[in-house]
């Protein structure tokens, strides 16, 4: 009976998993000397306009990133957008409030360019690029970063992808999100 049981559970669990279409993310953070670089990819199955829609969206990222108290875009000039973010984010004993302005910088409909101008890093900059693959739409991002403020020595690299890694998952599934909504619409109406 048990074993019934435990079989029945492991075959729910991986039906689970094989109906939440969650796409694999590659995601990887290194350190080049002070410079922490980010590299991540995933090919979503959605329309490119979609994921351009969400990333550019700045005013809502505080709803669907966890660590993101505020964001908000605070001028537009030629040489782009002034987007001021506020947060925070802890992980086991560690906790840090994070803020930035970044300079924001939008080539439509495939390019996104982000520096930090002011805030609490040394160095922020970030790539964003949408392409075509396939029957999919590639998210990339590549990003590097020197914090003003000290990570512990020994897990700081590893907070460091933590974070910024279900930042990035927490973008995807908001993606995601919208995409099954945009559906379940087309669906109502049809």
Do not use: C
């Not at 990887?28 to 490119?48: H, N, Q």
Request: glycine share 6%; aromatic share 8%; no cysteine.
């Amino acid at each position: 009976m048990i074993n019934r049981m435990i079989a029945v559970m492991v075959l729910l669990a991986n039906l689970a998993h094989a109906q939440s279409h969650t796409p694999e993310i590659s995601f990887l953070v290194t350190r080049e000397g002070e410079f922490i670089l980010t590299d991540a990819r995933v090919d979503l199955p959605v329309p490119s306009a979609l994921v351009w829609a969400v990333l550019t969206e700045y005013a809502r990222y505080q709803r669907f990133i966890s660590s993101m108290h505020e964001s908000k875009i605070v001028s537009r000039s030629p040489e782009g957008s002034v987007v001021e973010q506020k947060g925070s984010f802890s992980f086991m004993f560690f906790s840090q409030g994070i803020e930035a302005r970044l300079l924001v910088s939008e080539v439509p409909p495939n390019l996104i360019v982000t520096r930090a101008i002011e805030g609490d890093f040394q160095v922020m900059n970030g790539r964003y690029e949408i392409r075509q693959a396939g029957n999919n739409t590639r998210l990339s991002f590549s990003g590097r970063l020197v914090p003003k403020f000290s990570l512990p020595p020994i897990f700081g690299l590893s907070i460091v992808r933590y974070i910024l890694l279900r930042n990035f998952r927490e973008m995807v599934d908001e993606i995601l999100r919208r995409d099954a909504e945009a559906h379940r619409v087309i669906r109502a109406d049809g």
